[in-house]
């Protein structure tokens, strides 16, 4: 087995890496198509992943809990494979193998000197848990609840649960609402923790639903039902294979958990819409414990939509009927570089009113070249480059058809087309010393990146940055390069279609500190966006948090659309949490004061748990 | 020290190129300057000049400078009003050099601000200062497009190569008629292309003569890299070569309008016949700052090839062919040079009687392979500008 810890250029030591972790559960899905951890993939709770393990040694190295039995099989089942590095170094620039060994480093040393193992027993609940989901699927154990402690929020003060349960069915979560309901224990849904309010954490018992994991197709009607433990990545992969789209969020997000808490959103929904648009049924275990669906008569309405925060929540979502989306063999993606915001701005409302293009997205320097970068240094050179040197503060993402890029060439605009946005991205370490970069500035004199419309610019452009895996993998660990050079080898890591579909990217944003979004739905209305924009930074500059714009998307015909804003912060700071935790609240009360000045914005907060309702009764009622 | 009997100078656009070189040759010879100018994003007017002289190796004339914050588009200049009345009341001759300098006619609105619209207040100061002399440092091209002989008097011209020629060109009309109203004497000099000093090489800005050197020389970087790092897979499919002299064969054909003349000055020249004329010229007038011995592309392009020990350029006069096929460097380097395709056969000759006159026939030196090669290892020495203050 390849121990890739000693040979690593990460100065971290374990505790601290453990620390660091972001809780994004992408070590859940195979993004890299290099493998996932073979004992999560066998045991299912997530302590057996690489990030329960990371929580796990932080409590254990921080004399949180003791060593248990579970935690002798955890620190067991790592065979320290490497994979976890692949996918963290990827995301985050973060060597885990080195805390999964430190993990059985210390729990042998800790049997070694005798320690004492702390056994679980199970108690009269537990019992009642385990006969409705079986032996293996519920515990009390310390090592298992602690994993459960945090989630993607990490505003929110981790609470450890006392049980953990993961069901297989939807009779088992309607015994075990029942049970919970008689006993009346507190009982949380996690799917896999990507809430960015707290709410799935608590104390009482976390019920995983991440064994649920049924995807029917029904082709004829466009459809697929997906269980409540399918991720966004994993179904984007099955509706791939059989010529089909969905519309999806951040790749490990379970889908009916998404739905449930706020709807799915992404690049694509300027065409394929948001909330309600997204599925055509979906199946729930009411706090009864029992089963309604969305199309009875006799069910809740939840398509309505009502101007409240924290909501109730209709119940567990236990599967959800997903829309699929027709794919054409033309499909394309460009990048449409705009000097201002209100240029990008005026685009995109331009082709989400013509119908032009299936995804549109702007993002700035800040998000594109985090998204490009195998590191933080990298990252920050290339947004100076991409601002002092290109003058491309702002991107616009297209992804469409033939028609829609002969539309938008048409239409004017200059563009980085496929095939140059494959070039920039592997010859990325080249732009860093080009000296003629000064020049297509000056040639943007006239026309803002008119050399983009020289015919043999791309291939000029190509010479020049002399792109190839193996130059974009020299910028990551050297012991990692060999990895990252077969990686970008494979087409898809460059096709920016590919990249929309999964975005697998978008948690890079979180590279160099966690972030805290500030979403909101508003019309396309230039002057309102800046305003927000103005006043989200001095919101963040007054309590010294790190801010930046995040993206906006057209949805409806560009009558509205999602803007979202970024404040960055270290969650191992409690100063910088406590400030944090005030740029949200104010940040919320901004959001207020516009929604009830305009009439037409909402915010984030207010879709929680309303993610099934209709886009028009959120947008416009 | 400042020269006893030498009128005190208001100059603008001192941090400009050809500005800032006068200024400084000004300065050596015992002139009190007024800087009207502005503080930058990160720098104060006095830093920036102060640097400047740095530059120059004139710290110690520091003091014969007064830095005032001023915005030539205000009233008053955006000056205080007492402070502006003790300028009015110590200035002698206005220097005029500030100017927007781009081609650009998606920048016409601010060209034409800077140009034109915010002559308005440094017209008023000079009459409120009650200046013997407005100088005011133009282009010999407001002659505009369709002139063969252009005469050193204002300009009548009606159609012009780009939207900075023809906010000069009625600059110069508005400047002219308001000295004329209030008894101030003017003289309008009007230089060529300005190049660097032809002794030293050295420059501030490296546009004009310089860009299509810098675009060549990038291009032929790019495919050199990729003859010795990447195999030369591009290079090659392009007829690209390094040739048995160490010679990179670069084919590069350079199509201009017609035959015609490149008609440039180095900065020396121009700083000295300025300074001349005014310390010469009692009367004022129109003078041409140009070269009676113009060069030509075909001779900037043999002088790049010998420095760049590249081969391969080829100037052509006369219309592109249709449908002609040219490789990615020569597509490139075309859209390059377009601002300045005008300026690199040009056809227009350029009286300088006045010039003459007032100068003692001081003339420019002919653009030698020396002089161009020790500007263009100054400019490369210092990346362009990029690393011109370390």
Redesign the interface.
């Known amino acids: 087995m390849q121990n890739f810890v000693n040979k690593s250029d990460d100065k971290k030591t374990p505790y601290e890496t453990a620390r660091n972790c972001r809780h994004y559960a992408m070590c859940k899905i195979d993004f890299l198509g290099s493998g996932v951890c073979e004992s999560g993939l066998e045991k299912q709770f997530v302590s057996f992943y690489p990030q329960g393990r990371m929580i796990l040694y932080e409590a254990l190295a921080g004399n949180k809990i003791s060593v248990t039995q579970k935690c002798i099989e955890i620190a067991g089942s790592c065979n320290l494979c490497g994979k976890c590095d692949y996918q963290c170094y990827f995301l985050n620039e973060m060597r885990p193998t080195k805390v999964m060994e430190a993990l059985k480093n210390h729990v042998e040393t800790y049997i070694k000197n005798g320690g004492k193992i702390k056994l679980s027993k199970d108690d009269d609940l537990l019992a009642e848990i385990k006969k409705i989901v079986g032996d293996n699927w519920a515990t009390n154990d310390e090592a298992i609840t602690v994993t459960y402690s945090h989630d993607l929020s990490a505003i929110s003060d981790p609470k450890v649960p006392d049980y953990v349960v993961m069901p297989n069915t939807k009779e088992e979560i309607s015994s075990l609402v029942k049970l919970f309901n008689k006993n009346k224990i507190t009982y949380t849904i996690r799917g896999n923790g990507q809430n960015l309010l707290g709410f799935a954490i608590n104390d009482g018992v976390i019920i995983d639903l991440n064994r649920m994991k049924t995807i029917e197709f029904d082709e004829k009607n466009w459809l697929v039902k997906v269980g409540p433990g399918v991720t966004a990545f994993d179904l984007q992969k099955q509706a791939q294979k059989r010529g089909y789209r969905i519309n999806a969020s951040e790749p490990a997000a379970l889908l009916c958990a998404n739905i449930m808490c706020s709807g799915i959103m992404s690049t694509f929904s300027t065409t394929y819409g948001i909330n309600a648009d997204n599925f055509i049924n979906a199946e729930f275990v009411n706090h009864s414990g029992s089963l309604f669906n969305l199309n009875e008569i006799s069910s809740p309405n939840l398509y309505s939509y009502k101007n409240l925060q924290h909501k109730d929540s209709p119940g567990i979502c236990v599967s959800a009927s997903i829309r699929l989306h027709p794919v054409t063999d033309d499909e394309k993606g460009i990048l449409v570089p705009f000097e201002t915001l209100n240029n990008a701005l005026d685009f995109i409302k331009d082709c989400s009113v013509r119908h032009i293009g299936l995804a549109l997205g702007i993002v700035g320097a800040e998000y594109i070249s985090t998204f490009l970068s195998p590191t933080k240094k990298m990252a920050s050179e290339i947004k100076n480059i991409f601002v002092d040197k290109l003058n491309i503060p702002w991107l616009v993402v297209v992804i469409g058809d033939k028609y829609a890029i002969r539309s938008i060439s048409e239409m004017g605009f200059p563009f980085f087309d496929q095939n140059m946005f494959k070039s920039l991205y592997l010859g990325l370490p080249s732009l860093k010393t080009a000296q003629w970069l000064d020049l297509v500035k000056e040639l943007s004199d006239d026309e803002p990146y008119s050399y983009l419309k020289v015919k043999s610019f791309a291939e000029l452009f190509e010479t020049a940055l002399s792109p190839s895996p193996r130059l974009y993998s020299q910028e990551v660990d050297k012991e990692l390069s060999p990895f990252f050079e077969k990686l970008f080898s494979r087409q898809e890591m460059t096709d920016l279609v590919w990249l929309n579909m999964y975005r697998i990217m978008s948690t890079r944003l979180g590279r160099k500190k966690p972030f805290l979004p500030a979403l909101i739905y508003l019309p396309i209305d230039n002057d309102l966006i800046n305003d927000f924009s103005d006043k989200f930074r001095l919101i963040a500059e007054k309590h010294g948090i790190d801010n930046d714009f995040g993206f906006i998307t057209p949805i409806d015909n560009g009558k509205r659309c999602i803007f979202e804003y970024d404040f960055f912060y270290d969650y191992n700071d409690p100063d910088e949490i406590q400030r944090i935790r005030q740029v949200a609240m104010e940040s919320n009360m901004l959001i207020d004061d516009y929604s009830v000045k305009t009439g037409t914005v909402k915010g984030h907060p207010y879709v929680l748990y309303q993610g099934f309702c209709r886009k028009e009764n959120l947008l416009y009622s | 020290m400042a020269g006893k009997n030498k009128p005190v100078i208001a100059l603008t656009g001192a941090t400009g190129f050809l500005g800032s070189h006068l200024m400084a040759t000004m300065l050596k010879k015992g002139y009190s300057i007024i800087v009207l100018g502005r503080t930058a994003k990160n720098e104060s007017l006095k830093e920036r000049i102060s640097r400047l002289l740095q530059w120059f190796g004139i710290d110690r004339c520091l003091d014969q400078v007064t830095c005032i914050d001023a915005d030539l588009s205000q009233y008053n200049l955006g000056i205080e009003n007492k402070e502006y009345s003790r300028l009015c009341s110590v200035a002698d001759y206005v220097i005029h050099c500030a100017s927007d300098t ?6 016409r609105e601010k060209v034409m601000a800077a140009n034109v619209n915010n002559l308005q207040g440094i017209l008023e100061f000079s009459k409120n200062a009650n200046v013997s002399f407005f100088h005011y440092i133009s282009t010999a091209y407001v002659a505009g497009t369709g002139v063969t002989y252009c005469k050193e008097i204002l300009s009548s011209a009606k159609s012009f190569t780009n939207v900075y020629e023809e906010s000069k060109a009625a600059a110069e009309n508005i400047i002219s008629l308001f000295c004329q109203k209030n008894s101030i004497s003017l003289s309008i000099i009007r230089p060529s292309i300005v190049y660097g000093d032809s002794q030293s090489g050295r420059s501030l800005k490296f ?1 004009a003569l310089y ?1 299509p050197i ?2 060549a020389q ?2 032929r ?3 050199l ?2 003859l010795r ?2 195999g030369g897979i ?2 090659t499919k392009n007829g690209i070569y390094i040739d048995k002299d160490g010679y990179l064969f670069l084919p590069l054909k350079i199509y201009l309008p017609h035959e015609g003349d490149l008609n440039i000055i180095p900065v020396d020249y121009f700083v000295n016949a300025t300074i001349k004329i005014i310390e010469n010229c009692s009367q004022g007038g129109i003078y041409h700052l140009t070269n009676n011995f113009p060069t030509t592309m075909k001779i900037v392009a043999k002088y790049y090839e010998q420095l760049m020990k590249v081969r391969g350029v080829e100037i052509i006069y006369g219309p592109q062919p249709d449908n002609l096929l ?4 020569e ?2 380097f075309d ?2 040079i ?2 300045y395709r005008p300026y690199l056969s040009d056809n227009r000759v350029f009286d300088r009687t006045n010039t003459s006159l007032a100068t003692d026939n001081l003339n420019p030196p002919e653009f030698t392979y020396d002089i161009f090669k020790t500007c263009m290892e100054y400019a490369i020495e210092v ?2 500008g ?1 690393s011109i203050f370390g």
């Open positions: 781009s081609f650009s006619e998606s920048k546009n860009f810098r675009s990038s291009i970087d790019i495919y890299n990729d790092n990447n591009k290079a040219r490789n990615p460097a597509e490139l859209r390059f377009e601002p990346n362009w990029a």
